[in-house]
């Protein structure tokens, strides 16, 4: 996948807006988690009978758990992940910049070798857990 084009010429502050650009994806992914928990919420209260088998549930319960995974991912800080542009643009005196230089070439192997050998659900998973716990806490 591309990277979606932007242009920087319409930015007041480059370094904030940078970072709202890089973080609407993620953000936009915790906003429909937190829309599927809505949603769950008011269908765990009116259907009736047990919850677990109504694919209505099992629909919410799946968009949840993958908005959150999606954003979290996303937010990891290795190219080409929106993560790289947050720290690129976060880091004072150039060192953002720098970082992202550095890895850049090698961001997608590293990526996939963390992927592969299971270490980034490892270092991803109590975040997930937090996260998806909190949220289906809000619908019981």
Known sequence: ???TPVDARYFKNLRRDQIV????GPLSN??????CTALLFVVARVLPG???ESPLVQLLSL???INVLLAVFNLVPLPPLDGSHVVQWALPNGIGHRYVQA???YGGFILLALVMSGALFTV???VL?????LLFSLVR
């Open 50 to 52: 047990p919850l677990l």
């Open 30 to 35: 915790f906003l429909l988690a937190l829309l």
């Open 63 to 65: 968009g949840i758990q």
């Open 103 to 105: 890895i850049a070439p």
């Open 1 to 3: 996948a591309k990277p």
């Open 129 to 133: 857990d937090l996260v998806l716990g």
């Open 124 to 126: 991803l998973s109590p």
């Open 21 to 24: 650009v890089s973080g609407a």
